[in-house]
Protein backbone atom coordinates (compact mmCIF):
# COMPACT_ATOMS: atom_id res chain seq x y z
CA UNK A 1 0.00 0.00 0.00
CA UNK A 2 2.69 2.51 1.40
CA UNK A 3 4.65 1.63 -2.32
CA UNK A 4 1.97 2.60 -4.14
CA UNK A 5 1.26 5.82 -2.73
CA UNK A 6 5.20 6.66 -2.84
CA UNK A 7 4.79 5.84 -6.34
CA UNK A 8 1.78 8.10 -6.89
CA UNK A 9 3.26 11.04 -5.16
CA UNK A 10 6.28 10.57 -7.35
CA UNK A 11 4.52 10.78 -10.42
CA UNK A 12 2.28 13.74 -9.69
CA UNK A 13 5.57 15.52 -8.97
CA UNK A 14 6.88 14.85 -12.11
CA UNK A 15 3.84 16.14 -14.05
CA UNK A 16 4.10 19.36 -11.99
CA UNK A 17 7.77 19.92 -12.86
CA UNK A 18 7.15 19.18 -16.82
CA UNK A 19 3.90 22.06 -16.22
CA UNK A 20 6.56 24.18 -15.10
CA UNK A 21 9.04 23.73 -17.20
CA UNK A 22 7.07 23.06 -20.22
CA UNK A 23 4.10 25.87 -20.09
CA UNK A 24 5.17 28.74 -17.05
CA UNK A 25 8.35 29.26 -18.84
CA UNK A 26 6.93 30.03 -22.48
CA UNK A 27 3.90 32.52 -20.61
CA UNK A 28 6.95 34.16 -19.19
CA UNK A 29 9.13 34.22 -22.24
CA UNK A 30 5.83 35.61 -23.88
CA UNK A 31 4.70 37.85 -21.53
CA UNK A 32 8.53 39.40 -21.60
CA UNK A 33 8.59 39.69 -25.26
CA UNK A 34 5.22 41.55 -25.10
CA UNK A 35 6.74 43.80 -22.35
CA UNK A 36 10.41 44.79 -24.42
CA UNK A 37 7.76 45.38 -27.33
CA UNK A 38 5.74 47.96 -26.31
CA UNK A 39 9.05 49.90 -25.43
CA UNK A 40 9.87 52.35 -28.12
CA UNK A 41 13.89 52.14 -26.70
CA UNK A 42 15.86 48.89 -26.23
CA UNK A 43 19.13 48.84 -24.34
CA UNK A 44 19.78 52.10 -25.83
CA UNK A 45 18.13 53.90 -23.20
CA UNK A 46 19.96 51.76 -20.74
CA UNK A 47 23.19 54.50 -20.38
CA UNK A 48 22.60 58.09 -22.21
CA UNK A 49 25.27 60.09 -22.29
CA UNK A 50 24.11 63.13 -24.35
CA UNK A 51 20.97 64.41 -25.55
CA UNK A 52 20.32 66.79 -28.61
CA UNK A 53 16.60 68.32 -28.94
CA UNK A 54 16.16 70.15 -32.15
CA UNK A 55 13.36 71.91 -32.72
CA UNK A 56 13.19 74.48 -36.59
CA UNK A 57 15.69 76.53 -35.63
CA UNK A 58 16.13 75.75 -31.69
CA UNK A 59 18.82 73.80 -30.71
CA UNK A 60 19.14 72.43 -26.62
CA UNK A 61 21.68 69.92 -26.17
CA UNK A 62 23.00 67.74 -22.82
CA UNK A 63 26.19 66.28 -22.30
CA UNK A 64 27.17 64.27 -18.31
CA UNK A 65 30.54 64.47 -17.10
CA UNK A 66 31.03 62.03 -14.56
CA UNK A 67 27.77 61.79 -12.60
CA UNK A 68 26.53 65.65 -13.49
CA UNK A 69 24.63 66.44 -16.52
CA UNK A 70 25.28 70.07 -18.27
CA UNK A 71 23.30 72.09 -20.60
CA UNK A 72 25.94 72.72 -23.74
CA UNK A 73 23.84 74.32 -26.03
CA UNK A 74 22.99 77.44 -26.42
CA UNK A 75 24.99 78.18 -22.94
CA UNK A 76 27.12 75.72 -21.13
CA UNK A 77 26.15 75.59 -17.58
CA UNK A 78 25.20 72.66 -15.45
CA UNK A 79 21.62 70.99 -16.26
CA UNK A 80 19.15 71.00 -13.10
CA UNK A 81 19.21 67.09 -12.46
CA UNK A 82 15.13 66.73 -11.77
CA UNK A 83 14.22 67.94 -15.67
CA UNK A 84 17.44 65.52 -16.64
CA UNK A 85 16.01 62.71 -14.64
CA UNK A 86 12.34 63.49 -15.89
CA UNK A 87 13.70 62.92 -19.72
CA UNK A 88 16.05 60.07 -19.00
CA UNK A 89 13.00 58.66 -17.30
CA UNK A 90 10.38 59.40 -20.25
CA UNK A 91 13.16 57.57 -22.63
CA UNK A 92 13.45 54.44 -20.71
CA UNK A 93 9.91 53.61 -19.95
CA UNK A 94 8.83 55.22 -23.14
CA UNK A 95 6.31 52.90 -24.23
CA UNK A 96 3.76 52.54 -27.20
CA UNK A 97 -0.15 52.48 -27.75
CA UNK A 98 -0.06 50.91 -30.94
CA UNK A 99 2.39 50.81 -34.05
CA UNK A 100 2.56 50.19 -37.55
CA UNK A 101 5.15 49.56 -40.27
CA UNK A 102 6.16 52.46 -42.54
CA UNK A 103 6.21 49.89 -45.42
CA UNK A 104 2.56 49.67 -45.11
CA UNK A 105 1.70 53.27 -45.60
CA UNK A 106 2.02 53.26 -49.33
CA UNK A 107 -0.60 50.60 -49.48
CA UNK A 108 -3.24 53.20 -47.96
CA UNK A 109 -2.04 55.85 -50.06
CA UNK A 110 -0.34 57.70 -47.41
CA UNK A 111 3.38 59.06 -46.83
CA UNK A 112 5.53 60.20 -43.70
CA UNK A 113 4.02 64.29 -44.41
CA UNK A 114 0.73 62.51 -43.32
CA UNK A 115 1.63 61.88 -39.64
CA UNK A 116 3.70 65.07 -39.80
CA UNK A 117 7.15 62.93 -39.54
CA UNK A 118 8.76 64.35 -42.89
CA UNK A 119 9.70 67.26 -41.33
CA UNK A 120 9.12 66.38 -37.36
CA UNK A 121 8.43 69.59 -35.43
CA UNK A 122 10.85 67.59 -32.65
CA UNK A 123 14.04 65.48 -33.65
CA UNK A 124 15.89 63.94 -30.65
CA UNK A 125 19.49 63.03 -30.66
CA UNK A 126 21.02 61.12 -28.25
CA UNK A 127 24.21 59.14 -27.24
CA UNK A 128 24.69 56.08 -25.17
CA UNK A 129 27.33 53.42 -23.80
CA UNK A 130 27.02 49.72 -24.73
CA UNK A 131 25.40 48.22 -21.47
CA UNK A 132 26.84 44.90 -22.33
CA UNK A 133 30.64 45.97 -22.44
CA UNK A 134 30.85 48.94 -20.19
CA UNK A 135 34.26 48.39 -19.59
CA UNK A 136 35.69 47.82 -23.84
CA UNK A 137 38.73 49.86 -24.38
CA UNK A 138 37.27 53.00 -26.33
CA UNK A 139 33.92 52.66 -24.67
CA UNK A 140 31.79 52.79 -28.30
CA UNK A 141 29.13 54.79 -28.14
CA UNK A 142 25.18 54.63 -30.09
CA UNK A 143 23.85 56.99 -31.87
CA UNK A 144 20.03 56.92 -32.24
CA UNK A 145 17.56 59.75 -33.35
CA UNK A 146 14.07 60.21 -32.06
CA UNK A 147 11.85 61.84 -34.71
CA UNK A 148 8.14 63.38 -32.86
CA UNK A 149 5.31 64.28 -35.65
CA UNK A 150 1.80 65.40 -34.88
CA UNK A 151 -0.49 64.77 -32.84
CA UNK A 152 -3.62 61.98 -33.37
CA UNK A 153 -6.83 62.91 -34.54
CA UNK A 154 -8.13 63.06 -30.63
CA UNK A 155 -5.59 65.57 -29.96
CA UNK A 156 -4.09 62.77 -26.74
CA UNK A 157 -1.32 61.02 -28.16
CA UNK A 158 1.17 62.24 -30.83
CA UNK A 159 3.18 59.98 -33.64
CA UNK A 160 6.69 58.88 -33.31
CA UNK A 161 8.93 57.58 -36.09
CA UNK A 162 11.30 54.18 -34.63
CA UNK A 163 15.00 55.32 -34.38
CA UNK A 164 15.37 52.63 -37.70
CA UNK A 165 12.37 54.54 -39.63
CA UNK A 166 10.49 51.39 -40.03
CA UNK A 167 7.63 51.61 -37.83
CA UNK A 168 5.42 54.73 -36.54
CA UNK A 169 4.74 54.50 -32.98
CA UNK A 170 1.86 56.11 -31.20
CA UNK A 171 2.81 57.40 -27.76
CA UNK A 172 1.51 59.13 -24.84
CA UNK A 173 1.88 62.76 -24.96
CA UNK A 174 4.25 63.57 -21.70
CA UNK A 175 6.69 62.68 -24.51
CA UNK A 176 6.45 66.04 -26.21
CA UNK A 177 6.16 67.89 -22.67
CA UNK A 178 9.29 66.40 -21.17
CA UNK A 179 11.18 67.59 -24.59
CA UNK A 180 10.12 71.25 -24.62
CA UNK A 181 11.51 72.32 -21.82
CA UNK A 182 13.53 75.59 -22.70
CA UNK A 183 17.25 76.27 -20.98
CA UNK A 184 15.81 78.41 -18.18
CA UNK A 185 13.32 74.76 -17.70
CA UNK A 186 16.56 72.88 -17.81
CA UNK A 187 19.59 74.81 -16.39
CA UNK A 188 20.20 74.72 -12.73
CA UNK A 189 19.64 77.99 -10.98
CA UNK A 190 21.93 77.35 -7.99
CA UNK A 191 25.33 78.87 -8.22
CA UNK A 192 26.71 76.95 -5.11
CA UNK A 193 26.08 73.70 -4.55
CA UNK A 194 28.43 72.84 -1.90
CA UNK A 195 26.24 72.01 1.25
CA UNK A 196 27.01 73.14 4.56
CA UNK A 197 28.08 70.37 6.50
CA UNK A 198 30.67 69.41 3.06
CA UNK A 199 32.28 73.08 2.96
CA UNK A 200 35.65 72.24 4.17
CA UNK A 201 37.10 76.22 3.48
CA UNK A 202 35.65 79.60 2.19
CA UNK A 203 38.26 82.08 0.21
CA UNK A 204 37.72 85.48 -0.62
CA UNK A 205 39.91 87.70 -2.85
CA UNK A 206 38.94 91.14 -3.37
CA UNK A 207 39.92 93.45 -6.58
CA UNK A 208 43.40 95.29 -6.87
CA UNK A 209 44.57 96.85 -5.53
CA UNK A 210 44.51 95.85 -2.43
CA UNK A 211 43.92 92.20 -3.40
CA UNK A 212 43.29 90.94 0.07
CA UNK A 213 43.25 87.32 0.18
CA UNK A 214 40.74 85.93 2.89
CA UNK A 215 41.01 82.29 3.57
CA UNK A 216 38.75 80.22 6.41
CA UNK A 217 39.34 76.78 6.55
CA UNK A 218 36.98 74.04 8.80
CA UNK A 219 38.48 71.66 11.04
CA UNK A 220 36.08 69.19 12.16
CA UNK A 221 33.70 71.24 13.82
CA UNK A 222 35.72 74.82 13.91
CA UNK A 223 36.62 77.42 11.92
CA UNK A 224 39.73 79.33 11.59
CA UNK A 225 41.40 81.90 9.63
CA UNK A 226 44.38 81.22 8.15
CA UNK A 227 44.78 84.55 5.92
CA UNK A 228 45.27 87.14 6.47
CA UNK A 229 45.65 86.60 10.06
CA UNK A 230 45.72 83.52 12.15
CA UNK A 231 42.73 83.60 14.30
CA UNK A 232 39.81 81.70 15.60
CA UNK A 233 36.46 82.35 12.83
CA UNK A 234 32.85 82.24 14.03
CA UNK A 235 31.39 78.81 13.43
CA UNK A 236 27.48 80.36 12.95
CA UNK A 237 28.86 83.15 11.24
CA UNK A 238 30.91 81.12 8.36
CA UNK A 239 27.90 78.75 8.13
CA UNK A 240 25.42 81.57 7.85
CA UNK A 241 27.77 83.02 4.72
CA UNK A 242 27.63 79.62 3.22
CA UNK A 243 24.08 79.39 3.49
CA UNK A 244 23.91 82.63 2.03
CA UNK A 245 25.92 81.58 -0.60
CA UNK A 246 23.67 78.68 -1.45
CA UNK A 247 20.74 80.88 -1.69
CA UNK A 248 22.38 82.80 -5.00
CA UNK A 249 20.35 82.30 -8.07
CA UNK A 250 20.97 83.51 -11.48
CA UNK A 251 18.80 86.29 -12.41
CA UNK A 252 19.56 87.06 -16.25
CA UNK A 253 22.10 85.48 -18.69
CA UNK A 254 23.23 88.10 -20.80
CA UNK A 255 23.70 86.90 -24.49
CA UNK A 256 23.66 90.86 -25.87
CA UNK A 257 25.03 93.77 -24.67
CA UNK A 258 27.59 92.45 -22.33
CA UNK A 259 29.92 95.04 -20.13
CA UNK A 260 32.55 96.53 -21.43
CA UNK A 261 34.79 94.38 -18.92
CA UNK A 262 34.08 91.01 -17.88
CA UNK A 263 33.90 89.72 -14.28
CA UNK A 264 36.45 87.66 -14.99
CA UNK A 265 39.26 90.54 -16.63
CA UNK A 266 38.61 92.49 -13.50
CA UNK A 267 36.97 90.52 -10.63
CA UNK A 268 35.57 93.08 -7.73
CA UNK A 269 35.27 89.89 -5.68
CA UNK A 270 36.60 86.53 -5.91
CA UNK A 271 34.42 83.36 -3.59
CA UNK A 272 35.42 79.95 -3.62
CA UNK A 273 33.87 77.69 -1.25
CA UNK A 274 35.57 73.71 -1.28
CA UNK A 275 34.23 70.75 -0.87
CA UNK A 276 35.01 67.36 -1.12
CA UNK A 277 37.22 66.87 -3.60
CA UNK A 278 35.12 69.75 -5.46
CA UNK A 279 35.36 73.83 -5.51
CA UNK A 280 33.44 76.24 -7.06
CA UNK A 281 34.18 80.14 -7.25
CA UNK A 282 32.15 82.93 -8.16
CA UNK A 283 33.87 85.72 -9.68
CA UNK A 284 31.75 88.94 -9.42
CA UNK A 285 32.23 92.29 -11.98
CA UNK A 286 30.48 95.58 -11.40
CA UNK A 287 27.42 96.74 -10.56
CA UNK A 288 24.80 96.06 -12.72
CA UNK A 289 22.32 99.00 -13.72
CA UNK A 290 19.05 98.91 -12.25
CA UNK A 291 16.21 97.39 -14.05
CA UNK A 292 13.34 99.98 -15.26
CA UNK A 293 11.28 97.72 -13.24
CA UNK A 294 13.22 97.81 -9.95
CA UNK A 295 11.75 97.99 -6.54
CA UNK A 296 12.83 100.09 -3.69
CA UNK A 297 14.85 98.21 -1.36
CA UNK A 298 15.52 95.26 -3.87
CA UNK A 299 19.04 93.57 -3.49
CA UNK A 300 21.83 95.29 -5.66
CA UNK A 301 22.54 93.24 -9.04
CA UNK A 302 25.94 92.19 -10.00
CA UNK A 303 27.47 91.11 -13.42
CA UNK A 304 28.67 87.31 -13.09
CA UNK A 305 30.90 84.33 -14.12
CA UNK A 306 31.36 81.23 -12.73
CA UNK A 307 35.29 80.30 -13.06
CA UNK A 308 35.82 77.82 -16.30
CA UNK A 309 32.76 78.74 -17.67
CA UNK A 310 32.19 82.14 -20.82
CA UNK A 311 28.54 82.56 -18.97
CA UNK A 312 27.95 86.05 -18.61
CA UNK A 313 25.15 86.58 -15.83
CA UNK A 314 23.41 89.23 -13.26
CA UNK A 315 23.02 88.31 -9.81
CA UNK A 316 21.58 89.56 -6.67
CA UNK A 317 23.48 89.69 -3.62
CA UNK A 318 21.50 90.90 -0.28
CA UNK A 319 23.34 94.04 1.19
CA UNK A 320 24.32 92.13 4.62
CA UNK A 321 26.07 89.35 2.71
CA UNK A 322 28.21 91.50 0.76
CA UNK A 323 29.08 93.75 3.52
CA UNK A 324 29.73 90.32 5.41
CA UNK A 325 31.97 89.38 2.17
CA UNK A 326 34.20 92.15 1.58
CA UNK A 327 34.70 92.77 5.89
CA UNK A 328 35.23 89.15 6.22
CA UNK A 329 38.16 88.97 8.31
CA UNK A 330 35.97 91.30 11.04
CA UNK A 331 32.36 90.37 10.47
CA UNK A 332 33.34 86.28 10.09
CA UNK A 333 35.76 86.52 13.37
CA UNK A 334 35.01 84.76 16.49
CA UNK A 335 34.17 87.64 19.33
CA UNK A 336 34.35 84.95 22.23
CA UNK A 337 37.42 85.77 23.24
CA UNK A 338 38.68 82.39 24.99
CA UNK A 339 37.02 79.41 23.55
CA UNK A 340 37.47 76.53 26.83
CA UNK A 341 35.43 73.31 28.37
CA UNK A 342 34.59 74.63 31.55
CA UNK A 343 34.29 71.11 32.81
CA UNK A 344 37.93 70.30 31.82
CA UNK A 345 39.17 73.27 34.10
CA UNK A 346 40.74 72.18 37.49
CA UNK A 347 42.50 75.70 38.21
CA UNK A 348 41.55 79.12 37.80
CA UNK A 349 44.97 81.10 39.25
CA UNK A 350 44.24 84.81 39.15
CA UNK A 351 46.72 87.85 40.07
CA UNK A 352 46.84 91.44 40.47
CA UNK A 353 49.25 94.13 41.27
CA UNK A 354 50.46 94.43 44.86
CA UNK A 355 48.09 91.51 45.97
CA UNK A 356 48.79 87.34 46.91
CA UNK A 357 48.27 85.02 43.89
CA UNK A 358 45.08 83.31 44.43
CA UNK A 359 44.21 79.86 43.16
CA UNK A 360 40.65 78.72 42.89
CA UNK A 361 41.74 74.46 43.10
CA UNK A 362 38.76 71.62 41.99
CA UNK A 363 38.28 69.25 44.17
CA UNK A 364 37.53 65.53 43.13
CA UNK A 365 34.29 64.36 44.41
CA UNK A 366 33.73 61.04 42.05
CA UNK A 367 30.75 60.79 40.09
CA UNK A 368 29.45 64.03 42.12
CA UNK A 369 32.17 65.90 40.54
CA UNK A 370 30.13 66.54 37.17
CA UNK A 371 27.16 67.85 38.60
CA UNK A 372 28.41 70.18 41.22
CA UNK A 373 32.31 69.93 41.79
CA UNK A 374 33.37 71.08 45.32
CA UNK A 375 36.43 73.81 44.59
CA UNK A 376 38.75 75.08 47.15
CA UNK A 377 41.00 78.25 47.71
CA UNK A 378 44.69 77.89 47.70
CA UNK A 379 47.01 80.63 48.79
CA UNK A 380 50.65 80.83 49.41
CA UNK A 381 51.59 81.36 52.45
CA UNK A 382 54.92 82.02 53.96
CA UNK A 383 57.94 78.87 53.41
CA UNK A 384 57.52 77.54 56.61
CA UNK A 385 53.40 77.80 57.41
CA UNK A 386 52.87 76.22 53.39
CA UNK A 387 49.97 77.11 51.56
CA UNK A 388 46.60 77.88 53.13
CA UNK A 389 43.14 76.34 52.14
CA UNK A 390 39.65 76.45 52.76
CA UNK A 391 36.41 75.71 50.82
CA UNK A 392 35.08 77.88 47.34
CA UNK A 393 31.46 78.46 46.74
CA UNK A 394 30.66 76.27 43.85
CA UNK A 395 28.56 78.95 42.36
CA UNK A 396 30.87 81.80 42.20
CA UNK A 397 33.64 79.72 41.14
CA UNK A 398 31.11 78.54 38.14
CA UNK A 399 30.04 81.91 37.37
CA UNK A 400 33.35 82.83 37.13
CA UNK A 401 34.10 80.68 34.29
CA UNK A 402 30.88 81.13 32.76
CA UNK A 403 31.74 84.72 32.45
CA UNK A 404 35.01 84.13 30.58
CA UNK A 405 33.49 81.89 28.56
CA UNK A 406 31.38 84.69 27.66
CA UNK A 407 33.58 87.08 27.07
CA UNK A 408 33.49 88.71 24.09
CA UNK A 409 35.65 91.20 22.26
CA UNK A 410 33.97 94.61 21.61
CA UNK A 411 36.43 95.40 18.60
CA UNK A 412 39.06 93.84 17.57
CA UNK A 413 42.13 96.50 18.73
CA UNK A 414 45.10 95.47 17.16
CA UNK A 415 46.24 91.63 15.62
CA UNK A 416 49.74 93.15 15.55
CA UNK A 417 50.67 95.53 18.70
CA UNK A 418 53.49 97.32 19.23
CA UNK A 419 55.48 97.89 22.57
CA UNK A 420 54.05 101.27 22.40
CA UNK A 421 50.56 99.96 22.35
CA UNK A 422 50.75 97.24 24.63
CA UNK A 423 52.22 100.05 27.07
CA UNK A 424 49.18 102.40 26.91
CA UNK A 425 46.49 99.66 26.90
CA UNK A 426 48.29 98.75 30.31
CA UNK A 427 50.06 94.88 29.42
CA UNK A 428 53.22 96.38 31.20
CA UNK A 429 51.21 95.91 34.20
CA UNK A 430 48.48 94.44 33.46
CA UNK A 431 45.35 94.61 36.33
CA UNK A 432 44.78 90.88 36.20
CA UNK A 433 45.64 88.06 34.91
CA UNK A 434 43.51 84.65 34.87
CA UNK A 435 45.48 80.98 34.02
CA UNK A 436 42.80 78.21 33.15
CA UNK A 437 44.64 74.91 33.74
CA UNK A 438 42.78 71.75 31.82
CA UNK A 439 42.94 68.29 32.09
CA UNK A 440 44.50 66.86 29.39
CA UNK A 441 45.75 70.09 28.01
CA UNK A 442 49.65 69.87 28.21
CA UNK A 443 49.73 73.71 27.97
CA UNK A 444 47.40 76.43 30.07
CA UNK A 445 44.90 79.18 28.64
CA UNK A 446 46.02 82.50 29.90
CA UNK A 447 44.52 86.01 29.72
CA UNK A 448 45.71 88.88 30.82
CA UNK A 449 43.85 92.23 31.22
CA UNK A 450 44.81 95.69 30.74
CA UNK A 451 43.37 99.29 30.54
CA UNK A 452 44.36 102.50 29.28
CA UNK A 453 44.46 106.39 30.59
CA UNK A 454 39.89 106.33 30.17
CA UNK A 455 39.75 103.26 31.90
CA UNK A 456 38.41 101.02 29.25
CA UNK A 457 39.88 97.69 29.50
CA UNK A 458 41.58 95.30 26.80
CA UNK A 459 42.38 91.31 26.90
CA UNK A 460 45.28 89.56 24.95
CA UNK A 461 45.62 85.91 25.18
CA UNK A 462 49.10 84.07 26.15
CA UNK A 463 51.74 85.38 28.51
CA UNK A 464 54.00 88.17 28.55
CA UNK A 465 56.66 86.46 26.50
CA UNK A 466 54.13 86.72 23.76
CA UNK A 467 53.80 90.55 22.69
CA UNK A 468 52.68 89.70 19.43
CA UNK A 469 49.27 88.29 20.98
CA UNK A 470 46.07 90.23 18.97
CA UNK A 471 44.24 92.79 21.75
CA UNK A 472 40.81 92.95 22.19
CA UNK A 473 38.13 95.38 23.27
CA UNK A 474 36.24 94.11 25.97
CA UNK A 475 33.49 95.10 28.16
CA UNK A 476 34.80 97.03 31.44
CA UNK A 477 32.31 95.11 33.97
CA UNK A 478 34.92 92.05 33.92
CA UNK A 479 37.26 93.02 35.65
CA UNK A 480 34.52 93.49 39.09
CA UNK A 481 34.03 89.41 37.97
CA UNK A 482 37.90 88.68 38.78
CA UNK A 483 38.46 89.81 42.47
CA UNK A 484 41.74 89.13 43.99
CA UNK A 485 40.53 88.50 47.76
CA UNK A 486 39.50 85.37 49.25
CA UNK A 487 36.61 86.42 50.50
CA UNK A 488 34.81 86.79 46.91
CA UNK A 489 34.86 83.10 46.45
CA UNK A 490 35.03 81.87 50.11
CA UNK A 491 32.30 79.15 50.18
CA UNK A 492 28.91 81.22 51.06
CA UNK A 493 27.71 77.66 53.35
CA UNK A 494 29.44 78.44 56.89
CA UNK A 495 27.44 74.95 58.17
CA UNK A 496 24.71 72.65 58.03
CA UNK A 497 23.58 70.30 61.17
CA UNK A 498 22.58 67.04 60.16
CA UNK A 499 19.35 65.32 59.68
CA UNK A 500 19.19 64.36 63.40
CA UNK A 501 20.00 67.61 65.24
CA UNK A 502 17.90 70.20 67.01
CA UNK A 503 18.11 73.19 68.17
CA UNK A 504 17.28 73.09 71.66
CA UNK A 505 17.72 76.72 73.04
CA UNK A 506 18.41 80.61 71.61
CA UNK A 507 19.51 83.93 73.73
CA UNK A 508 19.88 86.70 72.28
CA UNK A 509 21.51 89.58 73.90
CA UNK A 510 22.16 93.34 73.92
CA UNK A 511 26.00 93.96 74.81
CA UNK A 512 25.79 97.27 76.14
CA UNK A 513 23.31 96.93 78.83
CA UNK A 514 23.58 93.38 78.87
CA UNK A 515 19.81 92.98 78.44
CA UNK A 516 18.23 89.64 77.22
CA UNK A 517 15.96 90.12 74.54
CA UNK A 518 15.19 86.99 74.54
CA UNK A 519 15.88 83.25 76.14
CA UNK A 520 14.24 80.78 75.11
CA UNK A 521 14.23 76.83 75.43
CA UNK A 522 12.61 74.97 73.05
CA UNK A 523 10.48 72.25 73.55
CA UNK A 524 9.84 69.89 70.16
CA UNK A 525 6.25 69.03 71.25
CA UNK A 526 5.40 72.96 71.03
CA UNK A 527 5.77 75.49 68.00
CA UNK A 528 8.02 78.73 68.59
CA UNK A 529 6.80 82.17 67.49
CA UNK A 530 7.17 82.87 63.81
CA UNK A 531 9.83 84.81 64.13
CA UNK A 532 11.91 82.81 65.97
CA UNK A 533 11.00 79.53 64.06
CA UNK A 534 12.27 81.98 60.38
CA UNK A 535 15.75 82.47 62.83
CA UNK A 536 16.08 78.49 63.74
CA UNK A 537 15.50 77.67 59.91
CA UNK A 538 18.44 79.85 59.06
CA UNK A 539 20.42 78.36 62.08
CA UNK A 540 20.06 75.19 61.08
CA UNK A 541 21.43 75.84 57.11
CA UNK A 542 23.66 78.83 58.07
CA UNK A 543 24.72 80.93 55.27
CA UNK A 544 26.29 84.17 54.69
CA UNK A 545 24.81 86.43 51.98
CA UNK A 546 28.43 87.97 51.39
CA UNK A 547 31.93 88.28 53.03
CA UNK A 548 33.27 91.83 54.30
CA UNK A 549 36.50 90.75 55.40
CA UNK A 550 38.81 87.74 55.26
CA UNK A 551 38.56 86.92 58.86
CA UNK A 552 36.81 88.22 62.32
CA UNK A 553 37.62 91.58 64.08
CA UNK A 554 36.08 93.30 67.15
CA UNK A 555 35.00 96.27 65.03
CA UNK A 556 33.56 96.07 61.75
CA UNK A 557 32.92 99.82 59.26
CA UNK A 558 29.75 100.14 58.09
CA UNK A 559 28.78 103.00 55.95
CA UNK A 560 32.14 105.32 56.61
CA UNK A 561 31.98 104.19 60.16
CA UNK A 562 33.32 101.96 62.70
CA UNK A 563 30.89 100.01 64.37
CA UNK A 564 30.92 97.70 67.52
CA UNK A 565 29.34 94.48 68.06
CA UNK A 566 25.36 95.11 69.26
CA UNK A 567 23.93 91.81 70.26
CA UNK A 568 25.39 88.42 70.53
CA UNK A 569 22.77 85.35 69.42
CA UNK A 570 23.64 82.06 70.97
CA UNK A 571 21.99 78.67 69.49
CA UNK A 572 22.55 75.54 70.97
CA UNK A 573 21.98 72.26 69.23
CA UNK A 574 21.65 68.82 70.23
CA UNK A 575 22.43 65.61 68.44
CA UNK A 576 21.30 62.17 69.24
CA UNK A 577 22.75 59.18 68.02
CA UNK A 578 26.40 57.00 69.21
CA UNK A 579 27.25 56.78 72.43
CA UNK A 580 24.41 60.00 73.66
CA UNK A 581 23.32 63.23 72.87
CA UNK A 582 25.64 65.46 71.63
CA UNK A 583 25.82 69.49 72.69
CA UNK A 584 27.63 72.11 70.26
CA UNK A 585 26.97 76.16 70.85
CA UNK A 586 27.24 78.69 68.16
CA UNK A 587 27.57 81.96 68.56
CA UNK A 588 27.38 85.20 66.31
CA UNK A 589 27.91 88.66 67.12
CA UNK A 590 25.46 91.17 65.41
CA UNK A 591 25.64 95.08 64.37
CA UNK A 592 22.65 97.00 64.12
CA UNK A 593 20.60 96.64 60.74
CA UNK A 594 22.22 99.21 58.29
CA UNK A 595 19.46 100.29 56.02
CA UNK A 596 16.92 98.00 54.83
CA UNK A 597 18.99 95.21 53.57
CA UNK A 598 22.34 95.10 55.80
CA UNK A 599 23.37 93.89 58.69
CA UNK A 600 26.29 92.23 59.54
CA UNK A 601 26.91 89.31 61.99
CA UNK A 602 30.82 87.74 63.02
CA UNK A 603 32.47 84.48 63.99
CA UNK A 604 35.23 84.25 66.53
CA UNK A 605 37.61 82.11 64.94
CA UNK A 606 37.37 79.69 67.42
CA UNK A 607 34.16 78.72 65.20
CA UNK A 608 33.95 80.27 61.87
CA UNK A 609 36.65 83.23 61.64
CA UNK A 610 34.29 85.31 59.48
CA UNK A 611 32.42 88.45 59.10
CA UNK A 612 29.47 88.74 56.85
CA UNK A 613 26.36 90.18 55.52
CA UNK A 614 22.82 88.13 56.42
CA UNK A 615 20.77 86.78 54.20
CA UNK A 616 17.31 89.20 54.11
CA UNK A 617 15.14 86.47 55.61
CA UNK A 618 17.25 86.18 58.26
CA UNK A 619 17.51 90.00 58.74
CA UNK A 620 14.00 90.26 58.71
CA UNK A 621 13.22 87.84 61.55
CA UNK A 622 16.11 88.93 63.83
CA UNK A 623 14.71 92.77 63.24
CA UNK A 624 11.13 91.36 64.74
CA UNK A 625 13.42 90.05 67.94
CA UNK A 626 15.18 92.94 68.71
CA UNK A 627 12.89 96.50 67.33
CA UNK A 628 9.72 94.78 67.79
CA UNK A 629 8.79 95.29 71.37
CA UNK A 630 9.86 98.46 70.60
CA UNK A 631 7.86 98.95 67.80
CA UNK A 632 4.78 101.34 67.72
CA UNK A 633 3.30 99.85 64.70
CA UNK A 634 1.75 101.56 61.71
CA UNK A 635 -0.01 105.70 62.56
CA UNK A 636 -3.56 105.49 63.23
CA UNK A 637 -5.85 106.39 60.75
CA UNK A 638 -6.38 109.70 60.32
CA UNK A 639 -10.33 110.69 61.40
CA UNK A 640 -12.88 112.10 59.95
CA UNK A 641 -13.71 115.32 58.59
CA UNK A 642 -16.32 117.05 60.45
CA UNK A 643 -19.91 116.79 58.95
CA UNK A 644 -18.97 113.82 56.93
Not at 318 to 324: K, Q
Request: no cysteine; aromatic share 6%.
Amino acid sequence: MRTKVTLVLLFLNVALFFFIFQFERRWRTEDAWRVARANVLGAEAADIRSLEITGGTHVLALAKRGEAWFVTSPLEWPANPNAVSRILTELQFLKHETSFNVSDLTKNGQTLADYGLDQPRLTLTLTSGDPANPSLVGNPTRVTRLRIGDLTKDNLRLYLLSPDGERIHVVSQSLARSLGLTFDDLRADALFTIPVFEARSLNLQTAAPASLRIRLRRDGSRWSFETPIVARASKNAAELAINGLNALRVETFLTTNPPATLPAEKPSLRITVEGNSRRETLILGDPAPPAGDARKGEAPAYYAQLEGRRALFTVRLPAALMDTLRTAQVALRETRVLDFDGTAVNAVTLAAPNQPELVLQRLETGAQAAERPAWQILRRGAAAAGPQTQPADPASVQRLLDQLARLTATDFKSDAPTAADLEAWGFNRPEREVVLTLVGSPAPVALQFGTDAQRHVYARLGPSANPGASVYAVDAAILRELPVGPRAWRERLLRELPAGARLTALKLTELASGRVLLDLALDAGTAPPPAVTAVLTHLHTLRAKAFLLDQFEDRVNLAGEERPWRYRLEATATLVGGAGEQTSRTTLLLTSRVGGDLQVAGSPASEFNAVFSLEQPLLDALWTLTEGPRDPGPPPAPAPAPGR
